[in-house]
């Protein structure tokens, strides 16, 4: 049976508190590292493309070394080959997790998919309150993929909503105060990631049952994201989310696509040193 992602991930967490336990002089104001941790909960479907939902414990993990290499839960270990004038290309590594096929009843017959990493380019553009960004993303194993993603995010200082603070006092080190976090993206998949998440071959349609289908490279999906980040003590933070996925295109019509749109949620606690 394979080990679960929070177990897997136990050592690096551990060195990671330990790292971020260093005299103040290694880690915070005036220093070349950022270091936030942190932990979670969410809330999300049990597949692309799934009726039913599952809860899943996460770590978090923000760490960045002159703002050049970074360490992120979601971004993964990269560097910034490029960083001047609000323009950023960055290269990295992030974890893909696995389907199983034990997940759902509806993925019986149709074998797993491991868990792999890929390889990703990302270029993002920050315009202040709004960061505009295009990348794409090559899975080293598993599906071998191919992903194309583009999307705006940006974080919006509720003080800025009231009135009370003005555009041009948001300021660059991210709100000091409770704000709203927004993101759109849309994404854009090759015909191999389609087969293997959406496609049903002769095998899998015997072992399943599912008709044989054969999707075609081309947009994926549409999400949605809205939460907001609660700094409630000196270096304590609080994230909730909401996102909302809609699956387009060839992934609609799979056999094993119950839902095309589907809600998920999230909770975060993180704190910075």
């Known amino acids: 049976m394979r080990s679960s992602p929070v177990k897997k991930f136990l050592p690096t967490l551990c060195l990671i508190f330990l790292f971020a336990w260093l005299p103040p002089a290694e880690a915070g104001e005036g220093s070349d590292w950022e270091v936030r941790i942190g932990a979670g909960a969410e809330y999300i479907p049990k597949y692309e493309g799934s ?3 599952r809860s899943r ?3 978090l993990v923000d760490i960045t070394w002159k703002d050049l290499v970074f360490l992120h839960s979601r971004d993964g270990l990269g560097v910034h080959l490029y ?3 609000g323009l950023t290309v960055s290269a990295s590594v992030e974890y893909v997790f696995a389907r199983d096929e034990s997940d759902s009843d509806d993925l019986r017959g149709m074998g797993d998919i491991d868990e792999t990493a890929a ?5 993002k553009y920050d315009l202040g309150l709004l960061t505009p960004y295009a990348g794409v993303s090559k899975h080293l194993g598993g599906t071998e993929g191919t992903l194309v ?4 995010g940006g974080i919006v200082p509720l003080a800025l909503l009231d009135g009370s603070l003005k555009p041009q006092a948001a300021g660059d080190d991210g709100p000091t105060g409770p704000a709203l976090k927004l993101a759109a993206s849309i994404t854009w998949a090759d015909d191999t990631y389609m087969e293997n998440y959406f496609g049903v071959n002769p095998a899998q349609s015997s072992a399943s049952g599912h008709p044989r289908y054969s999707p075609e490279s081309g947009f994926k999906s549409v999400d949605l994201e809205a939460g907001v ?3 409630f003590a000196e270096n304590w933070v609080v994230i909730a989310q909401v996102g909302y996925s809609r699956l ?6 799979s056999p094993i696509v ?4 589907r809600f998920s949620g999230g909770l975060f606690l993180s704190y910075g040193f």
């Open 258 to 261: 119950k839902d095309d749109g």
């Open 51 to 53: 009726d039913e939902m």
């Open 83 to 85: 960083n001047e004038g």
């Open 149 to 152: 993603k583009a999307g705006v």
């Open 119 to 123: 390889a990703t380019l990302i270029v």
């Open 57 to 59: 414990a996460l770590p």
């Open 229 to 231: 980040i609660w700094l």
């Open 248 to 253: 387009s295109g060839d992934a609609t019509d």
